[in-house]
C-alpha cells in the first residue's frame, strides 16, 4: 500500500544503504522502482540532494537507523540550508523490543536529526505509515522546502492495511504581500545606484530569466550572493559584477556607493570569516526578498518581504520604472593572468588548471565544485551562464560534492537530458566521500572528477594567516594516491601534471563510456577570504 503511494507521488527511485531494520520495507522491491545504492550514507543524502535539486521534486532517502542516520547528518545540514526536499527513512527495532533498548534501536529517533529536518515523526501506528509518507511529502515540498524524517519499526511492514486513498498534491509557491511590494517597488524606482544581489532560491524556483529582466530593466549592478550553492545569474553578463565576498567587512566595502541594495533569494548576508565592520555603507538602505522566514528573521539588517522570489521578480517587473537614466556599472574584471615562466609549472597553479578547463569546457557542461580554496578563479575562468549548471555546498562542510555530481547526474538521466558534470573537487574533499565514485561508476555516469592534488587544506591555511593562529596540526595531507583508489572503485582515473595532459584527458574522458577521475597536481592557492 506504502508502495503506491510513493508511486503515485513520483518517488520512485530510493537512495540507500539498507541495513538489517530497513529490508522489511525493501522486501520484493518493485520491478517499477530503482534503488541506488551508495556505500556511507553521507554519501547517500548527497546523492538524493543533487537528484532532487535537478528534478525540482522531493527525493526518497532510506538509511540504517540511528547509526546510519550519523553518518547522514553532516549531509543533511547541506540539504536543509539548500532547501533541499528530502524524506529521509530509516527502520527502528520492532516494537515489542523497543522499550528494553535493543541492539540497532533508535533510542530518541525523532530528536535525532533534529535541528536539520523541518519535521521528525514515528508512526504512533502500523496503520498510520502511508499517511505519515503523505505528509512528509507536503511538508519537504512546501516553502520553505527541505529535509523531513520518518522513524519506522521494522515490524509495522507487516501489518496489513485495507487501503490508503488520501493522497493529496500540495502547492508550492507563495504570494508575495502586494501592498509591500508596492513599497519595495517605489523605493527601488527611487534608487539613484541600486545593486541587486540574487542568491540560491532564484536558480531553485526558476527564476533565472526573470532576474535577468530586472537587472536590464534597472540598469543595476548584479552581485553575486556570499557562499553561493546555486548561481541566479549568468556570471559573464555586463552587469555581473562578480561575488559579494563573505566577511561584513568585505561586503559592506563592495558595497560602498550603491544607495540600495535589493538581496532577492538569499541570505542577508551569509558571513563566513570574522573581520568587523559596518554591516552597511553610510547612507546605503538594504530590501530582502525570500520565501524563508528563518532567513528574513536571521537579517541582521534591512527591511524584509516574505514570498516566492520567482513570482515577486516577475511582479516587480511590471512595478519598477525603467532605469535607462541610470549608468550602466563597469563589469566584473577578469584579469585573468597566468604566470609567465621559461619553463612550465610543475605543479600547475590553480588559474593554469582553470584556464584548461576552460579551453575545452563543453558549453552546456554543469558544475559541482567543492575546490573551496579555487572558488574565485572558477568564477574568473569557468563562469556559470546558465540556470540550473553550478552546485556546490549549502553547509560549508566538505564531503558533499563528490556525491552529489552523482546525483546531479542521474537526475539529468532521469529528466532525459544529456550534459557532461564536472566534479572539480579539492583533495581533501574527495576523501570525505571517495566511496561514491564506485556508484557512478556502476551506472556508467558521464561525470569527469577533476581532483586538485595540493597536499594540504589550503582554505584551513588560509584562515589559520587570517585568525592569526600559527602552528596547527593537521593541514597537510601526504602520501594520497587518489588515482588508484579511483581505479579500484571502477573508474578511468590518470594522473597529469601538465595543461596539455590535462586538456587531452578531459577531452577523452568527455566521450568515455564511464567515469572518468583525473588528478591534477596543483600548488596551494590562498583563498580569497
Not at 502500523?126 to 527541505?146: K, N, T
Not at 520604472?321 to 609549472?345: F, K
Amino acid at each position: 500500500m506504502t508502495y503506491d503511494l510513493l508511486r503515485s507521488l513520483g518517488l520512485t527511485t530510493v537512495f540507500g544503504n539498507p541495513g538489517s531494520t530497513e529490508q522489511p520495507f525493501l522486501q520484493e522491491f518493485p520491478d517499477d522502482f530503482t534503488y541506488v545504492l551508495a556505500l556511507q550514507e553521507a554519501s547517500v543524502i548527497a546523492m538524493a540532494d543533487g537528484f532532487a535539486q535537478v528534478t525540482g521534486r522531493p527525493a526518497l532517502v532510506n538509511v540504517h537507523s540511528s547509526a546510519g542516520l550519523g553518518n547522514a547528518v553532516g549531509n543533511l545540514v547541506a540539504a536543509y540550508h539548500g532547501s533541499t526536499p528530502l524524506i529521509v527513512t530509516s527502520g527502528q527495532q520492532h516494537r515489542e523490543l523497543v522499550i528494553g533498548d535493543p541492539y540497532l534501536g533508535n533510542r530518541e529517533a525523532t530528536t535525532m536529526p533534529k535541528p536539520w529536518v523541518k519535521w521528525s515523526y514515528e508512526p504512533a501506528r502500523a496503520e498510520d505509515v502511508p499517511e505519515a509518507f503523505m505528509r512528509a511529502y507536503a511538508m519537504a515540498l512546501q516553502p520553505p522546502a527541505g529535509p523531513v524524517y520518518l522513524s519506522i519499526p521494522l515490524d509495522d511492514w507487516k501489518r496489513p492495511l485495507a487501503g490508503y486513498t488520501r493522497a493529496r498534491t500540495v502547492g508550492n509557491r507563495v504570494a508575495p504581500d502586494p501592498d509591500r511590494l508596492r513599497q519595495f517597488a517605489d523605493r527601488i524606482s527611487a534608487s539613484s545606484r541600486p545593486a541587486l544581489v540574487f542568491g540560491p532560491e532564484v536558480d531553485r524556483g526558476g527564476g533565472w530569466d526573470a532576474a535577468i529582466a530586472l537587472a536590464e530593466k534597472l540598469r543595476a549592478a548584479v552581485y553575486g550572493a556570499p557562499l553561493l550553492d546555486r548561481a541566479s545569474f549568468p556570471e559573464d553578463h555586463p552587469l555581473f559584477r562578480g561575488p559579494l565576498g563573505m566577511s561584513v567587512k568585505t561586503i559592506s566595502d563592495r558595497l560602498t556607493g550603491h544607495d540600495l541594495v535589493v538581496v532577492i533569494g538569499a541570505e542577508a548576508f551569509r558571513y563566513y570569516p570574522y573581520v568587523p565592520g559596518d554591516y552597511l555603507p553610510a547612507g546605503t538602505e538594504l530590501l530582502q526578498i525570500t520565501a524563508n522566514p528563518e532567513v528574513a528573521a536571521a537579517a541582521r539588517v534591512g527591511d524584509s518581504l516574505l514570498g516566492d522570489t520567482h513570482t515577486a521578480i516577475g511582479l516587480l517587473l511590471n512595478m519598477v520604472a525603467d532605469g535607462t537614466a541610470r549608468t550602466a556599472p563597469a563589469p566584473m574584471e577578469r584579469s585573468r593572468e597566468l604566470p609567465v615562466s621559461r619553463t612550465p609549472n610543475s605543479p600547475l597553479t590553480p588559474p593554469e588548471v582553470y584556464a584548461a578547463l576552460s579551453r575545452v569546457r563543453p558549453a552546456d557542461a554543469v558544475i559541482v565544485n567543492e575546490s573551496t580554496s579555487t572558488m574565485a578563479q572558477q568564477v574568473e575562468w569557468l563562469p556559470t551562464v546558465r540556470t540550473g549548471s553550478f552546485f556546490a555546498t549549502a553547509s560549508g562542510g566538505i564531503g558533499w560534492g563528490t556525491p552529489a555530481a552523482v546525483g546531479v547526474a542521474l537526475g539529468d538521466r532521469e529528466k532525459g537530458v544529456e550534459r557532461p558534470v564536472l566534479g572539480l573537487i579539492g583533495d581533501g574533499s574527495f576523501q570525505y566521500s571517495v566511496q561514491a565514485v564506485w556508484t557512478a561508476a556502476q551506472h556508467k555516469l558521464p561525470i569527469v572528477y577533476v581532483v586538485m592534488r595540493n597536499g594540504e587544506y589550503s582554505i584551513l591555511k588560509s584562515f589559520a594567516v587570517l585568525e592569526e593562529t600559527p602552528g596547527v596540526p593537521g593541514l597537510d595531507l601526504p602520501g594520497l594516491d587518489i588515482a588508484t583508489v579511483a581505479r579500484g572503485f571502477g573508474c578511468r582515473a590518470v594522473d597529469v601534471r601538465t595543461t596539455e595532459d590535462l586538456e587531452r584527458e578531459l577531452t577523452e574522458a568527455l566521450a568515455a563510456d564511464t567515469t572518468t577521475v583525473i588528478v591534477v597536481s596543483t600548488q596551494p592557492q590562498k583563498a580569497m577570504l
